[in-house]
């Protein structure tokens, strides 16, 4: 029998037991941070680099309390060579990360679960794998890296099951993607940058999760180089930071609207002598802000409050402090987009119009025609109707090019920048401007009048993953 | 079905079904799969389990009974104001209640409510006397107008008008009044001093908003509908220009490529004018959302000096402002506001600015302002939230606040205009919290649900009809097009569209909605119940115009229904059962529920047979067929029936084709013919 004392020890032990594993299983506290960390060190140049392309031996995921100066961190990755880019879940339970378990290894996308601290490596394959973001249906995009011989190197991005299922490329252009982040229309925004057949300005764009109507979302101007991920408030103000080269390479934050991006471009802080590497917005209406006052400072976490003053949070001389994510309720949760697509549907319909049909009418098209340019060259030519449109039907996953001549062969439009349509996808396009700014006149295109052309796809593997390339069999493996 | 067999039906399918155990619950499985979701046609529905989701058997079996017994706990009462009016020494305010049949009079400066008058059925606008002593209220449903004396808060009498008057205003002696007939398409002159009308005015199509000039020469209507078109030509609906002074109509003016302009205001220097309307993309193919390639909505701006008219656009590059209800100019002409009834939100605009606009336009400065997403930054001062579908608005007269009818919130909005922040509301007290089937009204007239807000139901289903427009929805474009159709009184004529996919409103509403018309999020299983419920059960037809007040028929309306029963043609030969009128379309709903070939199908068509539509209150739903080819009914048998696939009709005189056709827009609610 036991005594007394003892069943009362039993019960209390128990208890605290039970207590201690509540507390645990919350995961990281709410208003806590969770960063990047990597070793200040002389050798490794954090300015203008894409930390993927980066060794960071040693770059950790951590998490502090901004409440708390001084206050110690708690490392996130400790089994990791190098972790760097966490983004949290919806939930807040969650992160994933770009990791490095060896030294040898390529960045490969990881989830941890902040309750259980469990490891589940998402993506397994040859090449670099970064820059990873929850999509609100248990599945992340993130970007994967590709290489040839003729059309150079990029990224292209991708979605996953958190188990690592189901990988699938979205986006199908000579383009390095990157930068992924969630809008809260349930679209994704990235920065993109062509690669072939030369190398494109940076541009911010927009697709939905199936990889269909991916388009411009802002053009930024000349002389800026955006340098962390745009990231948008729940105020539908997006946000980002960025370098002008026109006025001496000082690192800005930028602002702009999701409702009306062109129009509501703002510089919103400049920075004399720092710099700034990344940002996040609070739901306070401040900024987090990976920032650093001169170059021979390491970069530390500030708060840049509506008057533009950068406050330390947490600076550290040995560390630079990268890529802030804050552990809050979620301004937004992005919509769930549904998908149209088929899979046995191996082509996308593309109509285009031309901006103002009622403008049009008085403008003759007679004799002009479209080229459609694939990777390799031209693929068709076709005369356009005698208000401009044109009805394609289009080989799926096929990145093209669209651009009018006339008669005499002289390009009158374009080209357009790399499209791509995606298994039974449905696109409209109403001018050339790749701004896509203006709806379309109320009118039949006469080209939906008579049939559609015919343009064969062709794969590009070259680009994307192929299915044995992901080794599946050890990814989703919880550690 | 009475209480009580509903119980033992549902029970002992729910016994049946539990002891039939798993197979039980896959028939279950199937039976709402079925119902709701149908063909799988997307790689977008791979989990069964999660799509049963929590649509709960009872949301199906219970209140989406038009007449159920369990409406009664998915129903609760509203006010539902619509339309407001301020008397000119500002101290009142009033408000007609679309659902409680009622005015009111609200003492503005303690908001508590002076009287609550019954008025008619449905009633639509209010218009006040200069001296406040008498008010007039337009009574949609009961086709009359109420007078009413503020005093003593009561009807004094009612003077008859035209089918469905909604929009209404005082000429500038107050000797007479206009009232907009929106059914019969034309405008009432009602002489106030003999209390009768005096001429009745052809107006556009659906005229429902209507107002005069600050100088007293012009009145101008504006319509819901476009005149009947060219087929596949854009929709331009009519603008019917008044001169006060004979009173007569002056001038038609249309806005091209645009539809339901539901009201319309002036500038104090009565130089321009503005409405409301809605330029829908329904010949363009709707291969996506983006870029306002379904609708986008605009200010109508007419300049009464030089006869310009103009269409500036409310909406941004990525959001849009839904189904723009009412427009006002301040006072002193410097701001317009507008409520985005579809989009809860209500426009400030400069004045200033739209003149600098239309200015540029004029001097060829700006080209194709219509269409041009990034131009309202030009003239948008500021966006304000609202309650739950804004509509009416009434500004006091000297310009301090805006008061706003936020019809499913129940209660009006005080804005000030100095600051544009709101005051201390009025709440018309109806019930103080949201029924179920109240959400599925919000969500019917809420452009949330769409991406990036473009539309809402209500914008191709106004006033829960119709837009009267045939949109190219196929995946191929230009192939099967598709008129839209009314989603009134809906029970018992499943299944639905015009190729009978859609075995129920769940299916319409669900997950094929969103992925295909919507493109966004779908509704949770809480609010598909309610949109469900909303539509199948509280949406009812208006009175038909052309039933006698006892019922009975006319005798032309007599000769038209031995017609369409007829079984021998007149020469005596045998008519097939399958090729009579009420063969496929018999009462209550004439339609058999079934789809048939009857020889409309077009090279465009990828199918040949259609569902038969159902036939009540048919006359409120031109233009016909399935693809909206024929402009009248007449047109049906003249033109689209040559070889009697569509009913043996070729042996029919022009005065049987006529009777036929008097029976037909008699035929109103399933309720009559039961």
Redesign the interface.
Known sequence: MLKKSSLIIIVLVSGLIYISSALLSRGIPEGYVIITQVQADDAVNISGSSLNKLDLQGAQIVSFNPDKPGSSINVLTQNFYSAISPELSLDNRSIVFAGRKEATDNWQIWMLNLRNSRFTQITNNNRDCFDPVFLPDERITFSCTWEEERYGSGSTLYTAALDGRFLNPITYHPHTDHSGTMLH??RILFISEQVYPEAGKQKILALRPDGT?S?LFIQIPDGIEITGKVRENRDKQLFMTAINEESGNRSNVLRFS??????SLTNIYTSETGELHSLYPENSGDLLVSYRKNDAEPFGIFRLDPQGNPLPVHIDSEYHFLEPVIVEEKPFIP?????????ARNFG?V?F?E??Q??AESKSFEGEKVQVIGLDGLLDEFPVFEDGSF?VRMGARTPVRFQKLNSSDEILEGPTPWLWFMT?E???F?SWDEK??????????EA??HS?IEISGFDTPRLVIKNDENLLSEAGHEY | MNISNTFIILFIIGLLLFFMGYRGYRWSLDHYEYMTIGEVTGDILNNREAKIAAIKCMGCHTYTKRDGFFLQFAKKDYSSPYNLAVSADQRKLFVTGQESDALYIYDLETNQLLSKVPVGDHPHSVAVTRDGKKAYVTNQWSNNVSVIDVESGLVEYTIPAGGGPAGLVLDQNEEYLYVANTYTSNISVIDLNRGTETVRLRAGNYPTGINISPDGRNVLAVSQRSVLVEYRDPPKTEITVINATNRRVQQRIHFEEAHIMENVDFAPTSDLAFTTLVRPRNLVPAVQVESGWMMTFALGVISLETGNMYQLPLDEPNTFYADPYNVLISPDGKLAFISHSGGDYISVLDVDKVRDVIREIDEGMILNAENDLMLSDRYIKKRIPSGSNPKGMAISPDGNYLYIAERLSDQIAVLNTSTLEFEQGISLKGADQYSLLRRGEQLFNHSGRTFQNQYSCYSCHPDNHEDGLTYDMDFYPGEDLSNVQTLRELAGTSPFKWNGNNVSIYMQCGMRFSTFVTRTEAFSPYDLNALVGYITSQISHPPNLYRTETGELTEAQRRGKELFERTRTNDGRVIAERDRCITCHPPPNFTDRLKHDVGTATDRDNHTEFLTPHLNNIYESPPFLHDGRANTLEELWTIYNDDDLHGVANDMTKDQLNDLIEYLLSLGSARYHK
């Open positions: 229309d349930g109507k388009g999701y409702n009306n991006p062109y129009n919509r769930k987009l549904p998908s149209a697509l088929r899979e319909i109509v119009v901006t103002s009622a403008l009805y039974g449905r696109r409209g109403n896509q700014l203006t709806a379309p006149a109320n009118r039949v295109p939906i009048n559609y």
